[in-house]
């Protein structure tokens, strides 16, 4: 069964970086755009950025400049790095691609 493996989210202070990664373990379809996407209770999950095959990106309003996403289609992964964290940045970040979602992993930034 083919997953997505998230890691690297933790506790930060305002201000620091972060650096997530998500990796398919299985086979997929390799074409596919990789979202990067975060939720907060009682919130919609929110789409923070993409990025296609080719390499084009797209950003949230409220994270640009600060969240650069990346991949690595030979290993099947993508990963976002996040500096000057902010508050507001705190929630549960997916990974999102061919199909399948990570697991989640919480980014908490404290004031």
């Known amino acids: 069964q083919v997953q997505l493996v998230e890691s690297g989210g933790g506790l930060v202070q305002t201000g620091g970086s972060l650096r997530l990664s998500c990796v398919a373990r299985?086979?997929?379809?390799?074409?596919?755009?990789m979202y990067w996407y975060r939720q907060t209770p009682g919130k919609e999950r929110e789409l923070v950025a993409n990025i296609t095959y080719g390499g084009t990106v797209s950003y949230a309003d409220s994270v640009k400049g600060r969240f650069t996403i990346s991949r690595d289609n030979y290993r099947n992964a993508v990963s976002l790095q996040m500096s000057s964290l902010k508050p507001e940045d705190t929630a549960v970040y997916y990974c999102?691609?061919?199909?399948?979602w990570g697991q989640g992993i919480q980014v908490t930034v404290s004031s």
């Open positions: 999102h691609f061919s199909g399948l």
């Open positions: 299985g086979s997929i379809f390799k074409l596919s755009t």
